[in-house]
């Protein structure tokens, strides 16, 4: 393991002036049909077996959500079971300064959920790349691989 990036955590602000610090990353995912690309935040979730993306990217991505061949299944978690659609696509990392793509996965079949939430980062072609940590003291998460 020799490179490494390391962000801050990104801060969620409220009206009343109150915020909140969440480990959310920015990444680039791609459709690995099509090559259509979206640069997005994405929350690192480690108690996530996979990875968890949403319709909304899917079809923005080009997929046909629940088109002819695609696989279904049921994903289960602390909100209960949601039937899941998978699609595949490739995860890249963007460096420190938001500048370049450091680090890409291979295509993966990722659980999409029909449902808003945040772009869940798992174990299953993610984290199992890296040396995580996540630094609460000074409000950093690093990947290292």
């Not at 109150?18 to 994405?42: M, W």
């Not at 990392?93 to 370049?100: H, I, R």
């Amino acid at each position: 393991m020799n490179s490494c990036v390391t962000y801050p955590f990104v801060k969620y602000s409220y009206p009343d002036g109150s915020f909140k610090l969440v480990t959310e990353i920015p990444i680039r995912i791609t459709n690995t049909n099509d090559g259509n690309q979206i640069d997005c935040y994405a929350l690192i979730d480690t108690g996530a077996d996979g990875n968890l993306f949403t319709k909304k990217l899917a079809t923005d991505l080009g997929h046909n959500f629940q088109g002819d061949g695609v696989i279904s299944s049921v994903n289960s978690g602390i909100g209960g079971s949601s039937d899941v659609y998978k699609h595949s696509f490739s995860i890249g990392v963007f460096s420190e300064d938001l500048k370049n793509i450091v680090w890409t996965s291979n295509p993966c079949l990722t659980d999409c959920i029909d449902a808003e939430i945040p772009l869940l980062l798992g174990v299953k072609g993610f984290l199992e790349h890296f040396e995580l940590t996540i630094n609460y003291q000074k409000n950093t998460i690093s990947l290292r691989w």
